[in-house]
């Protein structure tokens, strides 16, 4: 089999003694798996330096099931969010509220800026009825970064619980803000299989004991109690993805968060670079840009969605795959810097770019 390249924000390609964790067969119910459990959920905390303020969640699924978890159990009846979107998982967040009958109200911003911060405290200044603040850290559709540190602090003067999604975020970005709730999952910064997320909640919310689900999978204080009093999972858990979780977190730890950062940086930079040679353009100021992933616009090269087809069909024919769809509304194409990518790959990338393109390849050496 050829080896494949991945360049999407998750999924993403995994390093080996990741995936050779998952040869062990260990029994889901046994002493063992729990003390596996036990430490992702420590290493968890120990990454977000929040050991003694919070405490970690586990959930089967992919991230959204996370964050469907713990908008339903900590959101109640009498409560009103407030929902800041710039991109498509803004818009996921009220979605999910949308469907779950919940109280809420959005602010739209631009996809191409962060999240109008004086809106925000306006909003939430006019209405004193807003119970919770949600935002993305990231915004995945662009590689966007929100300005969590000024949204965390209007959240916090008004007292408002803060729910932020750092899916694409957490272990590639620091975060040292107090979060109420955040919510990520395995297989994006932490480089881990696809297949379970968790929330960090704050145990302020946790010792209420208060659920507001109303649905048996979804309801994370059960989940959380379960795991407190029992060590294990509620029903059967992923195992194996449990096992790869808890490696890719000790690789996480030894690694460091800046190292990491530098290393998705540098092969941002890259991408950038010669990317910006073939004649594509970034959307987003570069102050505003995240190493997780870059959003690309050409109007001569990629004007639509069948031109993207074309594009990622003589890609992924080499073995290399960027993120599948083309972004309608700002007419761009995700590449994601995150995972075991190698340097060659970069290469390889640009080379099939420039040949699908019939731009001659002796540009990108100038
Ligand atoms: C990946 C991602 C999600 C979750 O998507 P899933 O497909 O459920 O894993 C949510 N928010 C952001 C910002 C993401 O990048």
Not at 19 to 39: H, I, N, P, W
Not at 53 to 67: D, K, W
Not at 130 to 139: A, D, G, M, P, S
Not at 294 to 301: T, V
Request: hydrophobic share 40%; aromatic share 8%.
């Amino acid at each position: 089999m050829q080896e494949t390249c991945l360049f999407t924000p998750g999924p993403l390609s995994l390093s080996s003694d990741v995936k050779d964790a998952m040869r062990v067969d260990l029994g889901s119910r046994d002493e063992t798996f729990k003390q596996v459990t036990q430490r992702v959920r420590d290493r968890l905390l120990h990454i977000s330096g929040t050991d003694k303020s919070h405490s970690a969640v586990l959930m089967q699924g992919s991230g959204t099931f996370a964050l469907e978890a713990a908008l339903a159990t900590f959101l109640g009846a009498t409560d009103k969010a407030l929902v800041c979107i710039n991109g498509l998982y803004g818009e996921r967040i009220a979605r999910i509220l949308e469907k779950s009958g919940k109280n809420f109200e959005t602010l739209l911003c631009s996809a191409a800026l962060p999240i109008d911060v004086a809106a925000v405290e306006r909003i939430i200044c006019r209405d004193k009825q807003f119970t919770h603040l949600c935002f993305v850290h990231c915004e995945t559709t662009t590689g966007l970064i929100n300005p969590v540190k000024s949204l965390l602090e209007i959240g916090r003067r008004n007292g408002l619980v803060t729910v932020v999604d750092a899916m694409s975020s957490f272990g590639g970005l620091r975060l040292d803000d107090d979060i109420d709730i955040l919510v990520s999952s395995g297989n994006k910064c932490i480089e881990a299989p696809a297949g379970v997320a968790f929330a960090i909640v704050s145990n302020r919310l946790l010792a209420s004991g208060k659920s507001s689900a109303r649905s048996f999978c979804f309801d994370m204080m059960d989940q959380w109690q379960h795991f407190e009093q029992h060590r294990e999972w509620r029903t059967t858990p992923p195992t194996h993805i449990v096992q790869a979780f808890d490696k890719a977190l000790e690789r996480l730890i030894e690694e460091g968060i800046p190292a990491r950062n530098a290393r998705y940086s540098r092969v941002q930079e890259k991408l950038l670079r010669g990317m910006r040679a073939l004649g594509f353009k970034t959307i987003i100021p570069q102050e505003h840009q995240s190493p997780i992933c870059l959003a690309f616009c050409s109007i001569e090269l990629v004007p639509d969605e069948a031109a993207f087809a074309a594009y990622y069909g003589a890609l992924a024919q080499q073995g290399i795959y960027i993120y599948a769809k083309f972004h309608e509304p700002t007419t761009t194409f995700r590449i994601g810097c995150i995972g075991q990518i190698q340097d060659f790959w970069i290469d390889k990338l640009l080379a099939v770019t420039a040949a699908h393109f019939r731009i001659s390849p002796s540009i990108l050496a100038a």
